[in-house]
Nanobody, 121 residues
Framework: QVHLVESGGGLVQPGGSLRLSCAAS????????MAWYRQAPGKQRELVAN???????NYADSVKGRFTISRDNDKNTVYLQMNNLKPEDTAIYYC???????????????WGQGTQVTVPS
């Protein structure tokens, strides 16, 4: 079953903006913590941004000041707003969520399927 559906990826010129969306299914009652990861070709997956259950927000140094992680509770969706994009941002982006399961009421971790972001040189 698909629990997280990502969208919003694509090709954007350097300096442009893009907003990634990650929609949680009805199986997830609420979101406790959320994060965005990315994996560039030939590189390991890295943490881009995350928001903890306590409300603190963290960003990788490479994206600090350019990216913003947020969520819409009504839509049960998390976002990654990406501004001033650079070629180095080219990667597959994955959302990751700690959410409360509808059936068990326990916190579970979910991954999105990934969405490609391409910023040409």
């Amino acid at each position: 079953q698909v629990h997280l559906v990502e969208s919003g990826g694509g090709l954007v010129q350097p300096g442009g903006s893009l907003r990634l969306s990650c929609a949680a299914s009805g199986m997830i009652v609420s979101i406790n913590a959320m994060a965005w990861y990315r994996q560039a070709p030939g590189k390991q997956r890295e943490l881009v941004a995350n928001k903890t259950s306590g409300g603190s927000t963290n960003y990788a140094d490479s994206v600090k000041g350019r990216f913003t992680i947020s969520r819409d509770n009504d839509k049960n969706t998390v976002y990654l707003q990406m501004n001033n994009l650079k070629p180095e941002d080219t990667a597959i982006y994955y959302c990751n969520i700690d959410g409360r399961d509808f059936y068990t009421y326990t916190i579970r971790n979910y991954w999105g399927q990934g969405t490609q972001v391409t910023v040409p040189s």
